[in-house]
């Protein structure tokens, strides 16, 4: 039974971090997974996330961000997250729909709605079984990532990734059943059991089911 599981978070939470270790032990398992990234995964990823990471020098409005993310998804899930759904693998994917609802929804002021719109038509209406959310502190997440050449997000400000993390905990409140919210400022090994369990028991419903 293959799973299609997205990690979500603001700066420096861990998520990368927990979604390879997530992807080590299920193939240490025996599962068939794989692990890509947005934007990313393909050629047109690869190099959307160059361009949305590039510093403050490149500038790009919230609507531009929106469509070349949409644009870098779209091809995603047609070359990468489908094809390995239907052929039975488990995905696991660093950020996904709900990173531009936060982005540029919630941070940017882009009208929900309109990025709900096009996120389903990128998609094809594919959502995750599971959204894990690394929450912590912005300063704590921010200060995990100060390094010289931060990108255009990292540089944003304070106020911007405080309104990203509101959006998030607003969208995890609204779908407890599919989210699973974990403090991100506890270790690596007791986050990576808290995802762990919650995996075992949806694999655990869908093979009773």
């Not at 599962?31 to 403050?56: D, F, H, N, W, Y």
């Not at 389903?120 to 959310?133: K, N």
Request: charged content about 30%; proline content about 4%.
């Amino acid at each position: 039974m293959a799973l299609f599981i997205t990690f979500e978070g603001g700066e420096g939470c861990g998520k990368s971090t927990q979604a390879r270790v997530l992807y080590r032990r299920l193939a240490e398992s025996g599962i068939s997974v794989m692990l890509t990234r947005e934007p990313g995964g393909t050629p047109l990823g690869e190099q959307t996330r160059r361009q949305l990471k590039r510093a403050r020098d490149l500038p790009i409005s919230p609507l531009a961000e929106l469509f070349l993310v949409a644009a870098a998804r779209a091809q995603l899930v047609r070359e990468a997250i489908r094809p390995g759904l239907e052929r039975n693998i488990t995905v696991i994917c660093d950020r996904y729909t709900d990173s531009t609802l936060a982005y540029q929804g919630y941070g940017r002021g882009v009208d929900l709605d309109a990025i709900r719109a096009v996120n389903d038509i990128a998609t094809g209406g594919l959502v995750p079984d599971l959204v894990v959310l690394l929450d912590i502190p912005v300063e704590v997440g921010l200060a995990r990532k100060k390094a010289p050449g931060r990108d255009r997000f990292e540089s944003a400000g304070t106020a911007f990734h405080q309104r990203v993390r509101r959006g998030y905990r607003a969208m995890a409140r609204a779908d407890r059943k599919r989210w699973l919210v974990v403090d991100g400022s506890l270790s690596v090994r007791e986050i990576q059991g808290r995802i762990w369990d919650r995996v075992a028991e949806i694999r655990q419903g869908e093979s009773e089911g």
